[in-house]
């Protein structure tokens, strides 16, 4: 069956370029040159995998990255010309897997569609099998069929990294990761921007849950402290 890849790109030179690559590589791909064009093709057809503009007329491609990453956990492979880290950081942390800066080899493209489409087939057994799971320590409570996280009893609005690293941490509580193992854990061995990712991920994640045991191993990483009463 061939896997099916939605490309919102509103430059047609662009769009027709990577569809014919694409093409070329026997996937099925539906070129699209709006967000809004995009969110129509996924409610009826929603594809294996994205790759997606951010700089798009009406609605952005970090506004279409979040509202997809509501109910789908397929890649997404941000293409833009921005390539300042904060934009990297900020496409990934909405929820991107990849963030390919242009111009861009279409090659190069059409490798790293390959290694996402790879990596999910891998992960979703797993995903399927620990889907109705409850993960609890201590005061912290993930459900894993609404990938939605619990706090001391009350649901906290967290993004799809937040949710990742939450779960690796709850999994082995004690277990120190150092930033290294989080970044490939959390965003694939694809990703070769900085640390500084996890860092803010921990940041937020602080924020939104002020006792939460998570702690700083100095000079390695993170690590979710069990056994720790903050009531």
């Given at each position: 069956m061939k896997r099916s890849i939605g490309v919102v790109e509103d430059d047609p030179n662009i769009r027709?370029?990577?569809?014919?690559?694409?093409?070329?590589?026997?996937?099925?791909?539906?070129?699209?040159?709006?967000?809004?064009r995009a969110w129509e093709f996924f409610?009826?057809?929603?594809?294996?995998?994205?790759?997606?503009?951010?700089?798009?007329p009406g609605m952005d491609g970090y506004e279409f990255c979040k509202r997809i990453r509501q109910t789908s956990e397929?890649?997404?492979i941000i293409i833009s010309a921005k390539d300042d880290e904060v934009d990297?950081?900020?496409?990934?942390?909405?929820?991107?897997?990849?963030?390919?800066?242009?111009?861009?080899?279409?090659?190069?493209?059409?490798a790293r569609v390959k290694r996402q489409l790879k990596r999910w087939t891998v992960m979703k057994p797993e995903e399927e099998e620990t889907s109705d799971m409850i993960i609890e320590a201590g005061h912290l409570s993930l459900n894993e069929t609404e990938r939605s996280a619990y706090f001391k009893g009350e649901e906290v609005e967290v993004?799809?990294?937040?949710?990742?690293?939450?779960?690796i941490l709850a999994r082995k509580e004690n277990r120190a990761y150092s930033r290294e193992e989080l970044l490939i854990k959390v965003w694939g061995e694809d990703y070769f921007g900085s640390?500084?990712?996890?860092?803010?991920?921990?940041?937020?994640?602080?924020?939104?849950?002020?006792?939460?045991?998570?702690?700083?191993?100095?000079?390695?990483?993170?690590?979710?402290?069990?056994?720790r009463d903050n009531s």
């Open positions: 027709d370029i990577v569809k014919a690559y694409l093409d070329k590589e026997g996937y099925h791909v539906e070129a699209l040159n709006s967000a809004e409610e009826q057809s929603p594809p294996d995998l994205w790759v997606l503009d951010i700089m798009l397929v890649p997404i990297k950081i900020l496409g990934l942390e909405l929820g991107g897997d990849d963030y390919l800066t242009k111009p861009f080899s279409p090659r190069e493209l059409v993004t799809t990294k937040e949710y990742d690293l939450l779960k640390d500084r990712a996890v860092d803010d991920l921990v940041k937020r994640l602080r924020k939104k849950m002020k006792d939460l045991p998570l702690e700083t191993v100095w000079g390695h990483g993170y690590r979710l402290r069990a056994h």
